[in-house]
């Protein structure tokens, strides 16, 4: 994983954002959607000029995307400012080989100069990958929530993991 280039996403990534995105919704809890999105999904947040909000692609040198990260609002309140949700999706042939951790490292360093005082990661429950994730770049659990979403059939429980700026 490597030879992936980690850059910030254009539009011409969407499509392959979503097709990693719409392989999560069909097969894990880590979205609460049920139902798989258009192209367009992250266009918005592509759009968004705020500081603090990125949304990082790792590409192939053919511009294939194999895994992308994101923050951006939390909640859409002015006191919520210095707060960002951070997520992060990869193509399952991409797991485990310390890309979600170079995504997390280029973002975090981004939304770190940007001044966000505090990011937050919601993880739907069970994924020990993610935690260990979030657990090596400087993320704690902050608390659960129980059976607030129901996918497959059955009641599932979210985490809450927080991470403060290291300097804040
Ligand atoms: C969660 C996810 C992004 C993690 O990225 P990854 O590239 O697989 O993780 P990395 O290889 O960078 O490993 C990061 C840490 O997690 C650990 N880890 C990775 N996979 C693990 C697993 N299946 N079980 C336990 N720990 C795991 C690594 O050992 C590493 O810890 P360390 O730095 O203490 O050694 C990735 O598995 C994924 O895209 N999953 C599906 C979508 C998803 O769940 N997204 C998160 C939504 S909250």
Redesign the pocket.
Known sequence: MNHLEIRSATPQDLPGMTRIYND?VDH?V?TFDVERRGDDHYAERLGSTRPGDHVLVAVDAAGAVH?YAFSGTYRPRAAYDGTREV????AEDA???????RLYDELLARVDADGVHTCL?V?AQP????E??HR?TGFEPVGTLREVGHKFGHWVDTAFWQRMRPDA
């Open positions: 999560a894990t880590a895994g997520s992060v999706y990869l797991r485990g080989q310390g890309l979600g951790r990661a993880i994924n020990a990958a993610s260990a994730l090596a």
